[in-house]
């Protein structure tokens, strides 16, 4: 079974920046492609960033140039950096499978982490 735990979400200030990760367990880590996600209040859960198991990577236009999404496949972690940020960018973040070109949500299943929360403030 998926096991999928995010951190380092916190509350900053419009135009600063923050270090999302998440840790995943319990498949091929290494072979997966996998995204980043965002659920806020009143809205669809949608996927911003994804990455391939070789490192290509694919954003939503509204965080191109500003996210930037790794992975580290010797600690099964992927990251989110996040600059720029503005108050339309708080939500919930979620981690998860992902497909790409184009960038699609591909969760496994009904796995998902309980996600770690992103609060900018005006």
């Known amino acids: 079974q998926v096991q999928l735990v995010e951190s380092g979400g916190g509350l900053v200030p419009a135009g600063g920046s923050l270090t999302v990760s998440c840790v995943v367990s319990?498949?091929?880590?290494?072979?997966?492609?996998l995204g980043w996600y965002r659920q806020s209040p009143g809205k669809d859960r949608e996927v911003v960033a994804g990455?391939?198991?070789?490192?290509?990577?694919d954003y939503v236009d509204s965080v191109k140039g500003r996210f930037t999404i790794s992975r580290d496949n010797n600690k099964k972690k992927l990251y989110l950096q996040m600059r720029n940020l503005q108050p339309d960018d708080s939500a919930v973040y979620y981690c998860?499978?992902?497909?790409?070109?184009?960038?699609?949500?591909?969760?496994?299943?009904?796995?998902w982490g309980q996600g770690t929360q992103v609060i900018v403030s005006s």
């Open positions: 998860n499978g992902a497909t790409l070109r184009p960038l699609r949500s591909a969760p496994y299943g009904a796995s």
């Open positions: 319990g498949t091929a880590f290494t072979f997966q492609t």
């Open positions: 990455i391939s198991g070789g490192g290509t990577t």
